[in-house]
């Protein structure tokens, strides 16, 4: 079993940057994939990012490429997400999500794929 606490949201100003926090409770926290995924109002929980746990690569949504960053520390269990250059279009609840041991990367971007899903934290990007 394993618990989730997210961290870090806010209002910011267009353009601003956010560093959320997801920390881990549980063990083995190196063989679980992380992923970040928001939901906007009215809208479904789409993909941010991923950092695979057996993979050198992370992979994100189109939309946050090159904004985004995601990282882990393995001994902190914990897992961030760096976002720079927010737009009012990234205004949404961020949730971080946890799976144990999964391969591949076909999988990644849809939500049911994920066991384990914090409560979620509020960011919100002011024009």
């Known amino acids: 079993q394993v618990q989730l606490v997210e961290s870090g949201g806010g209002l910011v100003q267009a353009g601003g940057s956010l560093r959320l926090s997801c920390a881990a409770s549980?063990?083995?926290?190196?063989?679980?994939?992380m992923g970040w995924f928001r939901q906007a109002p009215g809208k479904e929980r789409a993909f941010v990012a991923v950092f695979p746990w057996n993979d050198p690569n992370n992979y994100y949504a189109d939309s946050v490429k090159g904004r985004f960053t995601i990282s882990r520390d393995n001994a902190k269990y914990t897992v961030y997400l760096q976002m720079n250059s927010l737009k009012p279009e990234d205004t949404a609840i961020y949730y971080c999500?946890?799976?144990?041991?999964?391969?591949?990367?076909?999988?990644?971007?849809?939500?049911?794929?994920?066991?384990?899903w914090g409560q979620g934290t509020q960011v919100t990007v002011s024009s």
């Open positions: 549980g063990r083995l926290f190196s063989s679980y994939n």
């Open positions: 999500a946890a799976v144990r041991g999964k391969y591949g990367s076909s999988w990644y971007e849809d939500p049911d794929e994920y066991d384990y």
